[in-house]
DNA sequence: CCAGTATCCTGCAGGC
DNA sequence: TGCCTGCAGGATACTG
């Protein structure tokens, strides 16, 4: 279940783990993902390829090679990355399996199948149609500067607008709310009622909560010695995401919860206005 | 263009 | 034990 400290994590082990390594064999099955995942036109173009670097955009991996193109994973809400042992289990919802030549295997494993695996041609990152129309990135250092104003035009709750990857690209449901805290933010507050000021600390407590999940990935990074290879999960503090009932940390108040666009969405009623 | 809802899919927790 | 409902960390097509 990840959201993009969780990717970033991911990109960080992979790219210590394989870059040199080669692909001899690409198996799997064809399936409906949120694209049409073809295992039959990914196996020439990566059979025999080898690792060079790991990108990430938003909450999308991009893996390129000694070749042309690249490979673009989006994970979803139930996507996992592992690198096992070949001789290692099978987990259900395996799609993908990639035999490295050392012996291990890349394996994509996506129950829901709302995660994405497709092949990039040269320059498909400016054309390809989920990645061109992404907005900017959170860690973006020009964030703090960029944001207020795209949001202050904006009428709907601020919560989805952090949600819609056009404005912003690799918020997740759990670090919006945790944002929202931070700030001080209703969750459901207009952005064009919201000053410029406030927008501002609000893009500042989005790149604090997710620099400091990011931190804490790299901390379980360094165990990474899990013997199943999962990927990407690793504990969290978290404020009001999931706590719902709970005394907020800072207030005591009760946390609350409601549906806000769609999704699911807890706030301190006394701290966030 | 904008805002809000419906939808893809499986797994799991909780109520009865 | 099983059956049912609702919900899940995402993204986007569609409607008004």
Not at 52 to 57: A, D, H, V, W
């Amino acid at each position: 279940m990840p959201e993009l400290p969780e990717v970033e994590t991911i990109r960080r082990v992979l790219e210590h783990e394989v870059p040199g390594v080669r692909i001899d064999r690409v198996s799997g099955r064809s399936i409906n993902m949120r694209r049409p995942l073809a295992i039959e036109k990914l196996a020439p173009l990566l059979t025999g390829a080898s690792f060079l670097t790991l990108r990430r955009r938003a909450k999308y991996l991009l893996f390129d090679f000694d070749r042309p193109g690249s490979l673009l994973v989006h994970l979803g809400m139930s996507g996992r990355i592992q690198l096992v042992d070949e001789m290692a289990p099978l987990a259900d919802h395996t799609h993908m399996i990639l035999t490295l030549s050392d012996g291990r295997q890349l394996r994509f494993v996506d129950p829901r199948r709302f995660g994405l695996i497709d092949w990039l041609a040269p320059g498909g990152e400016d054309t390809d149609a989920s990645l061109a129309r992404l907005g900017i990135e959170p860690l973006d250092p020009g964030l703090v500067s960029i944001l207020p104003p795209l949001l202050h035009e904006r009428r709907s709750p601020i919560k989805s607008l952090l949600l819609d990857q056009r404005v912003v690209a690799g918020i997740g449901n759990i670090y919006a709310a945790e944002a929202l805290w931070r700030a001080g933010i209703h969750p459901r507050r207009a952005a064009n009622r919201t000053s410029l000021a406030r927008l501002g600390r609000l893009a500042q407590s989005v790149q604090d909560v997710l620099k400091e999940a990011v931190d804490r990935g790299g901390t379980t990074l360094r165990d990474f010695s899990k013997p199943d290879g999962e990927m990407g999960f690793f504990a969290q503090q978290l404020a009001v995401y999931g706590r719902q009932g709970e005394e907020c940390g800072r207030c005591g108040s009760a946390i609350r919860s409601e549906v806000i666009g769609g999704r699911t969405t807890a706030w301190c009623p006394e701290c966030q206005r």
